[in-house]
């Protein structure tokens, strides 16, 4: 179940009430989340009104897989229930369809945008089901995203996170396609597929592992026993553009035919769940120009002694996190990322250091049915960079950890009511800081570590200065309206609005500037 589901934001609310014991690996399968929601089922008296009325919405959306778990008690909804388009069912087997659409609108405004109207629109379907201890799903879109300004660029693209795209003029297309073939029984699961990954408490995003990158190839192991889980990955990714494998280049009925270096990406967490509290710990390691490499693949490993053996030449990361919910629905938490960790040297130049912390507090002075969350990420000079281009932490050029890159900190506060089950309102504050790589007098980059695709050179000092450069700052305030009268049938209006210091303006130059943006969204089943 992707992220964007909003069945997250419920269990969230759970989790930090102690109600439920919610692991920080995500997504879930249906199957993780029909058990939660099991759970939840027995703590109805504690629910306020709107939270019984939302718990009775996903207990239909996920019968079947509460009847799997021996639960016959669901009740229908009455009215516009947002049933799937179509569905086949019987004792041992399941075959769902569903609509995928989007259609959004933005207008932006102001010195710090470029002036324009944008549409995007997602065409596509989902497919899924189960056959005993197997399961599987599909989904696939078609987009365009169409401007009253030229695209020229990728980067001019405002929908994210995208793969590959196609530039046509005023219009941009773009498709995607993720699939998962799983297999479980009550400890171990194993899938593979195409998708992506967020580990760790954050929602903002999370220094390892976060939910800001297009969908890649990967294999999967997870195991649980009791409180504690494990998770091992291999996955395949794809080498941002221009990183050409010189010795593949084949002249093929006439025409020249480049490929792109190989990239691949290992990781593990182990968590420890309690009542109160939630450990975890983690490693993970990208790699390039060769298949994938045994000693990373094996799930029983340490990938620091493995990169060791290794020759030291790929990009390691590790990281570790807490949770803990004293009461009173708070919930407090920690995460710690260390970049190329050098053993016993705190001062080496390899050693680079994220740290991300962050509140969330379920019915703040006893005001039902609200929540608010604050996160504050810093990320030092160079984190996530590497000597070697093929090695740095992304995905096509999309950061694999959380997206405000190195050289940076990060400042957000988010509060949200609910109205009733099916209106919600959200504003939303962030301060950002980024210390940008500046151009010398001759024209040469000066390397300061605020880019991630520009690793340290031999020219470079072997100094880190946190947010030195060119230092930018933007301030964002947002609101937002969500609206959803039929089950994962949504329509958003949302505005915000960017103040920035010292960027580069779109007329040219670096400035001051003001930007605002609105948006409408109408969604169904976009998850």
Do not use: C
Request: hydrophobic share 40%; glycine share 10%.
């Amino acid at each position: 179940v992707l992220l964007a589901h909003p069945v997250y934001g419920v269990l969230d609310r759970f989790a930090a009430r102690g109600q439920l014991v919610m692991p920080n690996m995500r997504p879930f399968s249906r199957m993780q989340i029909a058990g939660l929601l099991k759970e939840a089922m027995t703590i109805k008296t504690e629910l306020s009104q709107i939270e019984r009325g939302l718990l009775a919405r996903y207990e239909t959306e996920f019968a079947w897989e509460l009847k799997t778990l021996g639960d016959v008690s669901t009740k229908p909804m009455g009215g516009l229930k947002g049933d799937p388009l179509w569905t086949w069912r019987d004792s041992v087997a399941a075959v769902v369809v569903d609509p995928f659409f989007r259609q959004q609108i933005i207008a932006r405004r102001g010195d710090g945008f470029v002036k324009e109207t944008v549409s995007q629109t997602y065409i596509g379907g989902i497919l899924r089901g189960q056959f005993q201890g197997f399961g599987f799903r599909l989904r696939h879109f078609e987009a365009r995203e169409w401007s009253t300004q030229v695209r020229l660029r990728s980067e001019d693209v405002l929908a994210a996170p995208v793969e590959s795209v196609q530039l046509k003029g005023q219009s941009v297309d773009f498709r995607e396609g993720v699939f998962q073939l799983a297999w479980g029984n009550g400890w171990l699961r194993l899938d593979g597929g195409k998708g992506a990954v967020d580990w760790g408490p954050g929602r903002t995003g999370n220094l390892l592992l976060g939910n800001n990158t297009p969908t890649y190839g990967l294999f999967r192991l997870q195991a649980r026993y009791k409180n504690v889980r494990y998770t091992h990955l291999a996955g395949s990714l794809q080498a941002r553009a221009g990183l050409y494998d010189t010795m593949r280049r084949v002249i093929d009925n006439g025409h020249v035919r480049i490929f792109l270096r190989t990239k691949r990406l290992a990781a593990h967490r182990l968590e420890v769940g309690f009542s109160k509290v939630t450990l975890g710990i983690q490693e993970s390691v990208v790699y390039g120009d060769r298949g994938f490499e045994p000693l990373y693949v094996m799930p029983v490993t340490f990938f620091t002694a493995a990169q060791n053996h290794l020759e030291n030449r790929d990009n390691l990361a590790i990281g570790a996190d807490i949770s803990w919910r004293p009461g009173k629905g708070l919930e407090l938490y920690g995460a710690w990322f260390f970049d190329d960790l050098a053993k016993l040297s705190p001062s080496a130049f390899s050693n680079k250091f994220g740290l991300q912390m962050g509140l969330f507090w379920v019915d703040p002075l006893a005001l039902e049915d609200t929540d608010i969350r604050a996160e504050y990420v810093r990320l030092e000079p160079f984190v996530y960079s590497h000597n070697f281009d093929i090695n740095t932490y992304e995905h096509y050029d999309t950061l694999l950890g959380h997206s405000i890159g190195p050289n940076a900190d990060l400042w957000h506060l988010n509060v949200s009511h609910r109205l009733s089950t099916w209106v919600t309102v959200s504003a939303m504050f962030e301060r950002e800081r980024q210390g940008e790589n500046t151009i010398g007098p001759e024209g040469d980059i000066v390397n300061v570590g605020g880019d991630a695709q520009q690793g340290r050179r031999l020219i470079d000092l072997a100094v880190r200065d946190f947010m030195a450069g060119e230092v930018e700052l933007r301030t964002r305030l947002g609101l937002q309206v969500r609206v959803e009268p039929i089950r994962n049938w949504s329509v958003q209006a949302a505005y915000r609005r960017v103040n920035s210091k010292n960027v580069w303006l779109p007329v040219g130059g670096r400035g001051d500037a003001l930007g605002q943006e609105w948006t409408a969204t109408l969604d169904v089943n976009f998850y």
